[in-house]
Every structure is written in structure tokens, then in C-alpha cells.
């Protein structure tokens, strides 16, 4: 089983509800922390002292408050720990269920569990802990699985994401070729552009731009 596991949570009664199932599971050092920034911290000193860590548990979501932040949210955490950290363990403990978010986070972060924050998400979160330390398999949640079946997860990406924000911020298509330009991204083409919200339209069954957009905040996309 895990040696040393990290959790970032800024709740302390969910902290003490996880550090009470991995201490079932005979985990020798358990350390917490609330901020992202901490977190990294941790981490680095660790693998500095030659005690690195063997696994991360992290929320998604962390508020704000007086202390000053440059790592914001637990999928901005878990990108920068998988930068410094390729091999580590992620856990994600949370209540998102954004479909891109939970694809995003496996396919571009490489998380190796999702749980989802639900009455028995401790219980489930004990059980994933079982599974990734176990196997080289992955564990993610059945109310959130739905979001790895589908073919989003290798077709989406953040240039389709982009198009789609301008277009709910009212831009026209020309106009959104000139700020492609701008931001040295490519294709820039207003034959592009269109060719590619065409094809973001028939793969979300939207029957037009505000149809599209729609369909994309409810998935969580922008």
C-alpha cells in the first residue's frame, strides 16, 4: 500500500473523513494541506528531502481568502504537479462531473482516479486507492464514467474551445480569424473557422451557433 500520501482539500471535515479511510488502509504518513500552492510546495521538498510522495489526493475546487494564491484550483495544481511529477499518483476527490472536465483531466493530466464527492464517496474513494496502487488501471466513478465513453474526450480541443467561447461572446466569424492571427494560432481562415464549428455542430447535434453553444456550457466547456 501507499507510504506517503498528500491530500489538498480545504475542508477540514472532508480532510479528517479522508485521512480516516487511509488510515484503515495503513498508510503510514498522511499530511495535508489547503492550498494549491502548498501543495506544490510539498511535494518539491520532498522529493529534495528523498522522501517523495507516493500519492496526491486533490479537490477541484478551492475558495478564496485572504492568503495570496498563484495555483487557484486543483486542475491548474494537478497540471503543474504532472509537470514536476510525471509518475506520482493523482487522486481527484470531487463534486464536479463536468463531462470535459473529468476527460481533461485523464487524457491531458493523466490523473489516475476520479472520485466523485457523493455520500459513499469515501468509501469509494478508499476503493480507488485500492485499485491504482494495485494495477496500472485507472478508477473512475460510475456517475461520472459516461464522460469517458464518449469520443469528446480525443476530438475536443482547446482550439474548438476557443472558437466556442467567441462565439458566445458574439463574434463573427471574420472577427474571430483577425484575433486567431493575433494570437499566432492556426488555421485562421474564415473557411476554416466555419469548416470546423460545421463539424462542432454535427458532433454535438446542435442545430446552430447558439444551439452549439448552449450544448458546450452545459457539458462545461466554456
Not at 30 to 50: G, P, R, T
Not at 130 to 155: C, D, F, Q, R, W
Amino acid at each position: 500500500m501507499f507510504k506517503k500520501v498528500l491530500i489538498a482539500e480545504d475542508m477540514d471535515f472532508i480532510n479528517s473523513g479522508i485521512k480516516s479511510q487511509l488510515a484503515e488502509l495503513g498508510i503510514a504518513q498522511i499530511d495535508y494541506v489547503q492550498y494549491c500552492d502548498e501543495a506544490l510546495l510539498k511535494l518539491k521538498s520532498a522529493k529534495l528531502n528523498n522522501q517523495p510522495f507516493d500519492l496526491l489526493i486533490s479537490d477541484l475546487s478551492f475558495d478564496e481568502d485572504y492568503v495570496e494564491q498563484k495555483i487557484k484550483s486543483g486542475e491548474a495544481l494537478i497540471k503543474a504537479v504532472r509537470k514536476e511529477f510525471p509518475l506520482l499518483k493523482i487522486a481527484v476527490f470531487s463534486i464536479e462531473d463536468k463531462e470535459y472536465t473529468v476527460q481533461t483531466l485523464f487524457n491531458e493530466h493523466k490523473i489516475n482516479a476520479y472520485v466523485w464527492k457523493s455520500r459513499d464517496g469515501l468509501r469509494e474513494l478508499k476503493k480507488a486507492i485500492h485499485k491504482i496502487y494495485n494495477a496500472s488501471t485507472h478508477y473512475i466513478s460510475p456517475h461520472v464514467a459516461g464522460a469517458m465513453l464518449k469520443s469528446n474526450a480525443i476530438e475536443i480541443v482547446e482550439y474548438d474551445i476557443f472558437l466556442i467561447e467567441c462565439l458566445s461572446n458574439g463574434y463573427l466569424q471574420e472577427e474571430i480569424s483577425v484575433i486567431l492571427k493575433d494570437k499566432s494560432w492556426s488555421p485562421t481562415s474564415v473557411s476554416s473557422i466555419e469548416k470546423r464549428l460545421k463539424f462542432l455542430r454535427e458532433h454535438f447535434n446542435a442545430n446552430n451557433p447558439t444551439h452549439l453553444v448552449a450544448i458546450a456550457k452545459d457539458l462545461g466547456l466554456v
